[in-house]
């Protein structure tokens, strides 16, 4: 059982950055694909970002295109996103997410395609 350890929400102004972090517990930490997820208050979760296995391709859902940035550093078993220019409506829940094992070159869109999940960490963007 693969254990995700979230950090680095807080509450900033729009127009702010903040960097996600998601520590896991794996040996071979680049066998699993890794994505970002968020649900924001009364809504249903909703992908953000992913990236394959060895950090070579990614994907992004159209709202966070050229402001968010996923990353990993399969050293330190952790996957990162970068998030500029954030906006009010980017207030969520963000919740780190791990593949079963798969192709290192395998990016995965859809939630079923997770099989292990963080507890989430807040992110809050004021106007």
């Known amino acids: 059982q693969m254990r995700l350890v979230e950090s680095g929400g807080g509450l900033v102004q729009a127009g702010d950055s903040l960097r996600l972090s998601c520590a896991a517990s794996?040996?071979?930490?680049?066998?699993?694909?890794m994505g970002w997820f968020r649900q924001a208050p009364g809504k249903e979760r909703e992908f953000v970002a992913a990236v394959n296995g060895i950090g070579a391709s990614t994907a992004y859902t159209d709202s966070v295109k050229g402001r968010f940035t996923i990353s990993r550093d399969n050293d330190k078993n952790t996957v990162y996103l970068q998030m500029n220019t954030l906006k009010p409506e980017d207030t969520a829940v963000y919740y780190c997410?791990?593949?079963?094992?798969?192709?290192?070159?395998?990016?995965?869109?859809?939630?079923?395609?997770?099989?292990?999940w963080g507890q989430g960490t807040q992110v809050t963007v004021s106007a």
């Open positions: 997410a791990a593949s079963a094992p798969t192709t290192p070159w395998r990016v995965a869109r859809a939630s079923e395609n997770y099989r292990y």
């Open positions: 794996a040996r071979t930490f680049g066998v699993y694909a």
